[in-house]
């Protein structure tokens, strides 16, 4: 299973972009990146994925260079609800989740 | 999106005891479904993959005799600790993935288990 690298933890405040990078330098040619999101006492909830180049969707952009062996998860303009542990994993199959990182966005 | 249920939400138990965890696949069809355990303030450890109508696989370190999974389904997976210790007390979570698509899994709710 491939190995990610994220930073602990980040501080934010409301409305601004919140940019978490994930290095993932044995990523596989079949491998995705995924990025979850994670409130205390629930399930991860799928945030967005991508296999290369740009990816947005409504609550994320997800940039990945060329040689893809790092990621970053943009968060545009977060809200204090946006306080929770985010995980970046790269896995065909199964998905093996590292320490993620724990954002926390103050008023 | 696709939904994934689990039941019980909460369960209280003694020592000794079983516990039967139910995941569901509420929309769609779960060829693979996977059983995941979290501890307080770490990150989610995969226990197994279970694949229908097939025996589950299990991790590293994961006695299988203990925690006994069956997949009898495409819709339901059930995941049962048998005699059920303290230290196995943590957050049980499902993820189901389906056989086609984006290679996307859908997390359930996870399951709080508390042995007394």
């Known amino acids: 299973l491939a190995k990610t690298t994220q930073p602990i933890s980040m501080d934010s405040y409301e409305g601004q972009e919140v940019n978490i990078t994930c290095s993932h330098n044995?990523?596989?040619?079949?491998?995705?990146i995924t990025w979850y999101q994670q409130f205390p006492s629930q399930g991860p909830r799928f945030i967005i994925q991508?296999?290369?180049t740009k990816v947005t969707n409504e609550v994320a952009s997800l940039f990945i260079p060329a040689d893809r062996k790092s990621s970053t998860l943009s968060l545009p303009r977060v809200s204090l609800s946006d306080t929770a542990v985010y995980y970046c994993l790269v896995d065909d199959y199964k998905l093996s989740f590292g320490a993620g990182t724990t954002v926390t966005v103050r008023a | 999106g696709a939904v994934v249920s689990q039941h019980p939400s909460r369960v209280i138990c003694k020592s000794g005891t079983s516990v039967k965890i139910e995941c569901r696949s509420l929309d769609f069809q779960a060829t693979t479904m996977f059983w995941y355990r979290q501890f307080p303030k770490q990150s989610l450890m995969l226990m197994a993959t279970s694949n229908e109508g097939s025996k589950a696989t299990y991790e590293q370190g994961v006695e299988k005799d203990k925690f006994l999974i069956n997949h009898a389904s495409l819709t339901l997976s059930t995941l049962t600790v048998t005699s059920a210790h303290p230290e196995d007390s943590s957050f049980y979570i499902c993820s189901a993935k389906t056989s086609g698509g984006a290679n996307e899994q859908f997390f359930g709710p996870g399951t709080r288990l508390t042995v007394l």
């Open positions: 991508g296999y290369k």
């Open positions: 044995n990523i596989a040619t079949n491998d995705y």
